[in-house]
């Protein structure tokens, strides 16, 4: 069974000090991840997927698989990301997301 | 990029009527499409996989009687609300996957539904 882990509802940093958001994983197979944000009053939306290791709005994640891990960091704070953030592990072949219980980031100015 | 729309954004209803909320991906075809709930300020819980053309998949512990999906076509999806009662309000919020791009879902803007 696939589960998602985050550990962290509620998370308050200061606006410049970095940020961590911790995501763990359960899954047998290889898997497919995602960090979603949901902004105030918006919709949820993609920040950023495993496969890309991309950087977006200064955040990054790394798939750790032997810690079965995918955290999400950002070295410097900033006021607007203050939103909802959930992780997120898909399965090859299928579409279906498990979603963790997300984190509530709250940047302090 | 793709868009999906809800209609309605908000609905407020009597207890023991149906509603229906209806999702739509505007520029693309979506053959899957996900139905979710969102309790305030908690995470989101799939209820269904809609399928277009065959049955919706639900989760364990969803009442497939009482939250009633039709995939009508490639870009159309509805759930119909029956028989409605206060513990149903909810934040209900549906998803399409991309194609080709690594199981990307994208969301709409929700349907708050309040049942009085």
């Known amino acids: 069974a696939q589960r998602v882990t985050q550990p962290e509802k509620l998370l308050s940093v200061f606006k410049g000090a970095p940020v961590e958001l911790k995501c763990n994983y359960s899954y047998s197979g290889s898997p497919e991840l995602f960090w979603y944000v949901q902004y105030s009053r918006q919709r949820l939306q993609l920040l950023l997927r495993?496969?890309s290791r991309e950087s977006i709005k200064g955040f990054t994640a790394d798939l750790n698989k032997g810690e079965t891990s995918f955290h999400l960091k950002k070295p410097f704070a900033q006021e607007e990301d203050s939103a909802m953030y959930y992780c997120?592990?898909?399965?090859?072949?299928?579409?279906?997301?498990?979603f963790g219980t997300g984190t509530r980031l709250t940047i302090i100015p | 990029g793709a868009v999906v729309s809800q209609h309605p954004s908000w609905v407020i209803c009597k207890s023991g009527t149906s509603v229906k909320i209806e999702c739509r991906s505007l520029d693309f075809q979506a053959t899957t499409m996900f139905w979710y709930r969102q309790f305030p300020k908690q995470s989101l819980m799939l209820m269904a996989t809609s399928n277009e053309g065959s049955k919706a998949t639900y989760e364990q512990g969803v009442e497939k009687d009482k939250f009633l999906i039709n995939h009508a076509s490639l870009t159309l999806s509805t759930l119909t609300v029956t028989s409605a009662h206060p513990e149903d309000s909810s934040f209900y919020i549906c998803?399409?996957?991309?194609?080709?791009?690594?199981?990307?879902?994208?969301f709409g803007p929700g349907t708050r539904l309040t049942v009085t």
């Open positions: 495993h496969i």
């Open positions: 997120a592990l898909g399965a090859f072949g299928n579409e279906k997301l498990t």
């Open positions: 998803s399409a996957p991309s194609s080709g791009r690594s199981y990307e879902q994208y």
